[in-house]
């Protein structure tokens, strides 16, 4: 079955770096779009990056454009979150998703078709 292992979260504090990855099994990952949301308690799941299938293409969230990369090594099925300069805000569970509709811009959680990982929470502390 298809499965996705998010790993690399914890604690940190402000201005710190993180790097997450999402390990992708079950699915031929190389023709995946992959992304990341994340939730914060009592918030909505929000959109954060998103990458193509061959990598050529990223989209960003406005609130970490500039601080977070998304990336993939589509010979070891992982998409990767660098996260540099967090905040406080940043905190979060935080989700690797894959889908292979057309990926044009940030995307929805409300209207995802696609395969969820279970989450790894971040937290970033003062």
């Known amino acids: 079955q298809v499965q996705l292992v998010e790993s690399g979260g914890g604690l940190v504090q402000v201005e710190d770096s993180l790097r997450l990855s999402c390990a992708v099994s079950?699915?031929?990952?190389?023709?995946?779009?992959m992304a990341w949301f994340r939730q914060a308690p009592g918030k909505e799941r929000e959109f954060v990056a998103a990458?193509?299938?061959?990598?050529?293409?990223?989209y960003y969230a406005d609130s970490v454009k500039g601080r977070f990369t998304i990336s993939r090594d589509n010979a070891k099925n992982t998409v990767y979150l660098q996260m540099n300069s967090l905040k406080r805000e940043d905190t979060a569970v935080y989700y690797c998703?894959?889908?292979?509709?057309?990926?044009?811009?940030?995307?929805?959680?409300?209207?995802?078709?696609?395969?969820w990982g279970q989450g790894t929470q971040v937290t970033v502390s003062s």
């Open positions: 079950g699915l031929t990952f190389s023709v995946y779009n």
């Open positions: 990458t193509s299938w061959s990598g050529g293409r990223q």
């Open positions: 998703a894959a889908h292979n509709t057309p990926l044009t811009g940030a995307l929805d959680s409300r209207n995802f078709v696609g395969f």
